[in-house]
């Protein structure tokens, strides 16, 4: 092979390589995520009580929980979107109350698939954490099934809470604490996986493949 070829070659494999995780905007912006994953990630008795309507303090905790609520804000946006379309379409009702957790779980599950087909790790993990934040708050609103008149922020004292509804329609609804508690598991664990799987990749990974190279040229 020629060195005009093995040029032309090296800059189609450059043009179709995936975006590689070598930044350091990257890295850095990961290592500011740090606070949020470790918040979100940790057991707090006062949790449900707190995360209600909670404005920025001057403190860890409130300011955690105002990052918290403003992705919870966008959130909602697309879990009232399934509803919306329910009351647009003839759904039955469990369908409807179901329709909006569909919708939030299903948008990041979106995400993920469209940027790992793509071969973009970092954006299929940030998806992954998306997830995971999504589902810790679908465990909070699970946990609150036993109460219906009481709603998240943004919704009046007219409306039924979802998992109530769901929940007694299934007759679980005397286990909403074990179902809630699982979920958040699950997203825990999903949380930190993710969250680590990113800073493998960017941090490790790419970091010892000059190596590798090298000592395959040494050889």
């Not at 009580?49 to 909670?54: A, E, P």
């Not at 329709?99 to 793509?118: C, D, E, H, M």
């Not at 009046?156 to 958040?184: K, M």
């Not at 590798?212 to 040229?217: C, D, E, N, T």
């Amino acid at each position: 092979m020629t060195a005009e070829e093995l040029l032309e070659r090296s800059k189609t494999e450059k043009e179709i390589r995936p975006t590689k995780p070598t930044d350091w905007g990257v890295r850095i912006g990961l290592l500011l995520l740090m606070p949020y994953i470790i918040w979100l990630s940790k057991y707090n008795e006062s949790y449900v009580s707190s995360i209600h309507g909670k404005m920025i303090h001057l403190n860890f905790d409130g300011v955690m929980l105002s990052f918290h609520n403003l992705i919870n804000g966008a959130n909602m946006i697309v879990h009232e979107a399934g509803h919306g379309v329910c009351y647009l379409l003839p759904c039955p009702q469990f369908f409807t109350s179901l329709n909006g957790t569909l919708f939030q779980l299903a948008l990041p599950v979106i995400f993920i698939y469209y940027y790992y087909k793509r071969e973009n790790s970092i954006l299929a993990g940030l998806g992954s954490i998306w997830l995971a934040q999504n589902l810790v708050y679908v465990a909070w609103y699970m946990s609150y099934s036993q109460t219906p008149n009481l709603y998240p922020f943004f919704l009046g004292g007219s409306a039924i809470h979802d998992f109530w509804y769901i929940f007694s329609q299934l007759g679980v609804l005397e286990y909403d604490w074990l179902i809630s508690g699982f979920v958040r598991v699950i997203a825990v664990i999903l949380l930190l996986c993710s969250y680590l799987y990113l800073l493998y990749i960017s941090f490790i990974k790419e970091s010892r493949r000059p190596n590798r190279r090298s000592l395959k040229g040494k050889r």
